[in-house]
């Protein structure tokens, strides 16, 4: 009679453990998983910024600049500068704009409204972009080509940009 009891106490104790042990092990999903991707591979870096005539003339002991290069890198800068300012300028507004008509919106504010406030935004900004590829291309224009390889060979290490 007691080995029966044992045998009942151990038995119990085994499924106990058996259901324990399964309720512990995490449920397998029907569908597959999707490997996880590293970190870096799903934040790509953003795409790099042309460098201004201000950059290059930052560098201008390195690329041995001329006289005449200098003149026309300032030249350049100063248009660019004043030209980056309106943009800017003009992009502030349209964000502010836009985060007016989305904050006074609560539901009021028409989608229609919404997305021109948005689009201009957005037009705004790719002329941004656009206008600084173009000079961009125009200050490195101003450069000779051996010019122009060290300086995309400085430009790797420094910190091109900060004039923007």
Known sequence: MRSQVCMRVVLALLVAVGVYALWQRPFQRSTPRLPSAAPAV???????????????????????????????????????????????????????????????????????????????????????????????EAALGLLAGWQRERFAKTSRTADVGSHR
């Open 42 to 136: 799903i934040r790509s870096a953003p795409p790099a910024v042309p460098p201004s005539a201000r950059d290059i003339l930052d560098r201008a002991m390195i690329l041995e600049l001329r006289h005449d290069q200098m003149m026309r890198l300032q030249a350049l800068d100063r248009l660019w500068r004043n030209e980056l300012s309106g943009l800017e300028r003009d992009i502030q507004d349209a964000e502010r704009g836009f985060s007016s008509v989305a904050k006074d919106a609560q539901g009021r504010a028409s989608g229609l409204e919404i997305e021109q406030r948005a689009s201009e935004f957005s037009r705004l900004s790719a002329t941004l972009r656009d206008r600084r590829q173009r000079h961009a």
